[in-house]
């Protein structure tokens, strides 16, 4: 399975932005899709996942009450709104699935190639 994550841009801050990652086939019922992300001179971070219905979703406390995450199987896609920017949003994106509902980057996967997000003052 490829995922192909795409969206990313320049924004300025309180801007919005919407991330799109389409996989290459249908992904098995059940498995969680997540966005992460990796700041510049950070770690990469838990940013949001969705379980396999769109029923259950969660989010990092940093970006609760701004960030959307939604999928579409029907499009095998998901999406990541990006929603009142702050400059602390700038960083590589990355789409990620699991077999299980979690945060921990270890229990991911499949990975895209992740798309940059830049957020200007």
């Known amino acids: 399975v490829q995922l192909q994550a795409s969206g990313g841009g320049v924004v300025q801050a309180g801007g919005s932005l919407r991330l799109s990652c389409l996989a290459s086939?249908?992904?098995?019922?059940?498995?969680?899709w997540g966005w992460f992300r990796r700041a510049p001179g950070k770690e990469r971070e838990f940013v949001a996942h969705?379980?396999?219905?769109?029923?259950?979703?969660e989010l990092a406390d940093s970006v609760m009450d701004r960030f959307i995450v939604s999928r579409d199987n029907a499009k095998n896609t998901i999406y990541l709104q990006l929603n009142s920017l702050k400059l602390e949003d700038t960083g590589v994106y990355y789409c990620?699935?699991?077999?299980?509902?979690?945060?921990?980057?270890?229990?991911?996967?499949?990975w895209g190639q992740g798309t940059l997000v830049t957020v200007s003052s």
């Open positions: 969705v379980n396999w219905d769109g029923s259950r979703a």
């Open positions: 086939e249908r992904l098995y019922s059940g498995y969680v």
């Open positions: 990620a699935a699991a077999p299980v509902v979690s945060r921990a980057i270890a229990h991911y996967h499949y």
